[in-house]
Each structure stands twice: as structure tokens, then as C-alpha cells.
Nanobody, 128 residues
Framework: QVQLAESGGGLVQAGGSLRLSCAAS????????VGWFRQVPGKKRELVCT????????YCSNSVRVRFMISSDNARNTVYLQMNSLKPEDTADYSC?????????????????????WGQGNQVTVSS
């Protein structure tokens, strides 16, 4: 049973950068799709970015597509979310999820329910 753990969150000023890490234990991300989601109070988790097991396929939502980058390091069993030019509206709890890759296109992995395994999340706060 694979477990996921997020790290790298914190408090930054607008315009700054953070790199979040999603590390797998008890298994690897092999043949999996990994997604970063974020959630604010009163709203459901929304997609940020996803990546497939090889790192060959990437997808990010329109709101972060230019500023955020997702990448993977299979040797470290870790998926990263590089967040640049952070805005106060990026403030949220960021979680990573994993799902066995069964679809060719990452546009099939857009919702929270598409991922079976989740980490506990970590808070990102962007001050103005």
C-alpha cells in the first residue's frame, strides 16, 4: 500500500516561489499518474497539475499553466510542484494524489475522484 507525503509548503510573499514535494513510501510511482490539487475552506479540491509515471506527459490547469511546473524524479520516488510568481489567490492546502495509469491522456485525470491514494496535504500561504 503506497503512502504519499507532501512537504515544502510555507509562507511566502506575493511574487515568490516554492517547491512542493510529494514522496511515495511503501511503493513507487511506477505506472501511475500523480496529481497536485489544492483546496480552500468551503470549496472542493481543484486540479493544479498532473504528471504520468515516466514524466513524459504533463498537464496543468489554465490558472497556473504558465507559473507552475510539475516534474518527477523516479529515483527518489518524488513528484515536485514548482510554483513561481505566487499570488495571494494561490493560498490553499496543497495535496498530491496517485492513480494507476489506465488512460492515455492526462485530461482523463481532472477530478479528485480520479485518484485513489492521497497524502495529508500541506499549507501554502501567499501574503500580499
Amino acid at each position: 500500500q503506497v503512502q504519499l507525503a507532501e512537504s515544502g509548503g510555507g509562507l511566502v510573499q506575493a511574487g515568490g516561489s516554492l517547491r512542493l514535494s510529494c514522496a511515495a513510501s511503501g511503493g513507487t510511482f511506477s505506472r501511475s499518474v500523480v496529481g497536485w490539487f489544492r483546496q480552500v475552506p468551503g470549496k472542493k479540491r481543484e486540479l493544479v497539475c498532473t504528471i504520468n509515471w515516466s514524466g513524459a506527459s504533463l498537464y496543468c490547469s489554465n490558472s497556473v499553466r504558465v507559473r507552475f511546473m510539475i516534474s518527477s524524479d523516479n529515483a527518489r520516488n518524488t513528484v515536485y510542484l514548482q510554483m513561481n510568481s505566487l499570488k495571494p489567490e494561490d493560498t490553499a492546502d496543497y495535496s498530491c494524489g496517485a492513480e494507476i495509469e489506465s488512460q492515455l491522456r492526462l485530461t482523463h485525470y481532472l477530478n479528485e475522484g480520479d485518484f485513489a491514494t492521497w497524502g495529508q496535504g500541506n499549507q501554502v500561504t501567499v501574503s500580499s
